[in-house]
């Protein structure tokens, strides 16, 4: 193997040029690599160095087909160099013309089986036509090649959620006659934690009684009447809204703001399936409902906080020592900071949310919707949570 081929191998990551492929979110990765692997590779000779400069400053500049053109005697020049017809697939798929660049990636991948960026570029490629069995299995073969290939590891990840979502669709059209009836509950949580961020949005974790006045601009909070007020005044509430009459001490007529704790404060009761899932047991067990609540809240702020991109209140949502995948957090944080900024537009749903409390511990399992661009999960998540004073912090995050 070259010296040029091993930095390729080495170095996965690097500046992009400015995409223009198919939206999915694995396509800046491609042409990542081809960056990585053409424009920050230390090449044998300057004269090199130059010739791909100069691929590199068309490709950039748009000018995509005198780039093809000047790489084609390159490679003819270069037969066994693997930058060349790497660059190449990169601006076959700048052009659109797929069926090519999985043709050359195809060619790589046989000459030099020891490379993962090929794989992984064909996985982008499969990913693109919605092949996402393809996809899997040459990203499969990527981290084969090299274990330590985080990119291919990522890509992997997002692939395994893509079809946990077609999945978890197909059960659906399979469901028949419950189908609609699954969909229609579907659209009516979204709705309802729609409602639930905009009243989740106006304060942190920790609530307080002045946050009172946030939610009574809302007209109808009878979605949500009995699980913190067993009193009777919970179905009156939406036909009598003469609360003025009597004296302040108490809460005024409005079911769940007359919870004296701090900790069961307004913004705590939006759990989006809860209507019919928890209401019962709320009845029965007030102290471990509060708790419920409470974990509610820490995982709706959550996910309000990453669909916001608001990384100082996502990242006050987990523990201290949380270190998934054998990173340190610090590690863990940089990684989460580089893939949430890079994202101009996300959105976070929280479906079918149960919580379990066991003392200071909970667990949280929901199903998960997931937007960023033109990529769309909808996959089962579970949050374990710890209680550190008067917060809830995460203290590991599973998929499936």
């Given at each position: 193997m070259t010296d040029a081929t091993s930095a390729c191998r080495q170095r996965p990551t690097a500046a992009?040029?400015?995409?223009?492929?198919?939206?999915?979110?694995?396509?800046?990765?491609l042409l990542g690599l081809a960056m990585a692997c053409v424009g920050l590779v230390p090449l044998a000779t300057?004269?090199?160095?130059?010739?791909?400069?100069?691929?590199?400053?068309?490709?950039?500049?748009?000018?995509?087909?005198?780039?093809?053109?000047?790489?084609?005697?390159?490679?003819?020049?270069?037969?066994?160099?693997p930058q060349?017809?790497?660059?190449r697939g990169v601006l076959l798929s700048e052009q659109n013309k797929t069926a090519e660049a999985i043709q050359t990636f195809t060619q790589i991948t046989e000459q030099f089986p020891e490379l993962p960026e090929p794989y992984n570029n064909l996985a982008v490629l499969y990913a693109q036509q919605g092949n996402y069995d393809k996809a899997r299995a040459a990203l499969e073969m990527a981290i084969r090649t090299n274990p330590s290939y985080a990119t291919a590891f990522e890509n992997l990840g997002d692939v395994y959620a893509k079809l946990a979502s077609q999945s978890y669709q197909k059960a659906l059209q399979l469901d028949g006659g419950g189908a609609n009836g699954t969909q229609a509950k579907?659209?009516?949580?979204?709705?309802?934690?729609?409602?639930?961020?905009?009243?989740?949005s106006s304060g942190s974790a920790a609530a307080a009684p002045t946050a009172a006045p946030a939610p009574a601009a809302k007209p109808a909070p009878v979605a949500k009447p009995a699980p913190a007020m067993p009193?009777?005044?919970?179905?009156?509430?939406?036909?009598?809204?003469?609360?003025?009459?009597?004296?302040?001490?108490?809460?005024?007529?409005?079911?769940a703001k007359a919870s004296p704790s701090a900790?069961?404060?307004?913004?705590?009761?939006?759990?989006?399936?809860?209507?019919?899932?928890?209401?019962?047991?709320?009845?029965?067990?007030?102290?471990?409902?509060?708790?419920?609540?409470?974990?509610?809240h820490a995982v709706l702020a959550w996910a309000h906080a990453w669909q916001s991109r608001d990384l100082h209140e996502y990242f006050a949502s987990y523990a201290h020592d949380f270190a998934p995948g054998g990173l340190s957090h610090a590690a863990w944080m940089a990684q989460r900071k580089a893939r949430i900024a890079d994202k101009?537009?996300?959105?976070?749903?929280?479906?079918?949310?149960?919580?379990?409390v066991d003392g200071d511990r909970a667990t949280a399992r929901f199903r998960q919707l997931y937007s960023a661009g033109s990529l769309h999960f909808n996959s089962p998540k579970t949050l374990r949570l710890r209680r550190v004073g008067a917060h809830w912090l995460i203290v590991q995050e599973t998929v499936g």
């Open positions: 992009r040029i400015a995409p223009r492929m198919t939206p999915f979110r694995l396509a800046p990765v300057s004269a090199h160095a130059d010739e791909l400069g100069q691929v590199r400053a068309l490709a950039s500049g748009g000018h995509i087909a005198q780039a093809q053109s000047k790489l084609d005697g390159l490679i003819a020049a270069h037969p066994h160099d060349y017809r790497f660059l579907l659209a009516l949580i979204r709705q309802l934690f729609e409602a639930e961020n905009k009243r989740v009193a009777p005044v919970a179905k009156p509430a939406p036909a009598t809204p003469t609360p003025v009459a009597k004296p302040a001490p108490a809460a005024p007529t409005q079911v900790a069961t404060a307004p913004g705590l009761k939006p759990a989006p399936a809860h209507e019919t899932v928890a209401s019962a047991a709320a009845h029965t067990t007030p102290p471990a409902v509060d708790a419920e609540r409470a974990v509610e101009r537009h996300i959105t976070v749903e929280v479906d079918q949310l149960r919580v379990q």
